[in-house]
T-cell receptor, first 109, second 114 residues
């Protein structure tokens, strides 16, 4: 079966760095997406990786290793507004998105 | 209005009621999606419309009935729901067609079935 694993909850301190991991087993691979979802709001697109390596976008970076079925989202210089859930999703060979359950990130002052 | 909008934002209904959820996208997209989001569970894809044709129906009970009158509007008609149907219902849209596509979401309708 297809499976996406990510930690349920993480806690970090304002100003610090946090890495949210995502491992996947899917039927084929057409890229991996990260979304951010604040409580009661729409998931918003953060990043898309289809090639191995690190993609940097401001304070957020996303890494992919296709051989290991592994990705991480790196958040630097954490701010209170980064408190949210982070959703990992893989596009399979049928171009369907397979979703993880999300990681709730709690930022403490 | 920009992006993807959903109404109502909150809905409480009894098991015998009939109600409808509405989604509208202002992005010029051709594909629209309904998802169910329950606490601590992955998003569950319910229905997909691509160029107004329904292309996915992931074993969703018949008490949920989608309607896509045009590429900008999507409805989810609800009838005789069960308490376990209480969840956040998210609508999304994307460019559509074949291949890799980024989905853009609305804020969801929080549904409570009593």
């Amino acid at each position: 079966g297809q499976n996406i694993d990510q930690p349920t909850e993480m806690t970090a301190t304002e100003g610090a760095i946090v890495q949210i991991n995502c491992t996947y087993q899917t039927s084929g691979f057409n890229g991996l997406f990260w979304y951010q979802q604040h409580a009661g709001e729409a998931p918003t697109f953060l990043s898309y990786n289809v090639l191995d390596g690190l993609e940097e976008k401001g304070r957020f970076s996303s890494f992919l290793s296709r051989s290991k079925g592994y990705s991480y989202l790196l958040l630097k210089e954490l701010q209170m507004k980064d408190s949210a859930s982070y959703l990992c999703a893989v596009m399979d060979s049928n171009y369907q998105l397979i979703w993880g359950a999300g990681t709730k990130l709690i930022i403490k002052p | 209005e920009t992006g993807v909008t959903q109404t109502p934002r909150h809905l409480v209904m009894g098991m015998t009621n009939k109600k409808s959820l509405k989604c509208e996208q202002h992005l010029g997209h051709n594909a629209m999606y309904w998802y169910k989001q329950s606490a601590k569970k992955p998003l569950e894809l319910m229905f997909v419309y691509n160029f107004k044709e329904q292309t996915e129906n992931n074993s969703v009970p018949s008490r949920f009935s989608p309607e896509c009158p045009n590429s900008s509007h999507l409805f989810l008609h609800l009838h005789t729901l069960q308490p376990e149907d209480s969840a956040l219902y998210l609508c999304a849209s994307s460019q559509g067609g074949q291949g890799v596509d980024t989905q853009y979401f609305g804020p969801g309708t929080r549904l409570t079935v009593l």
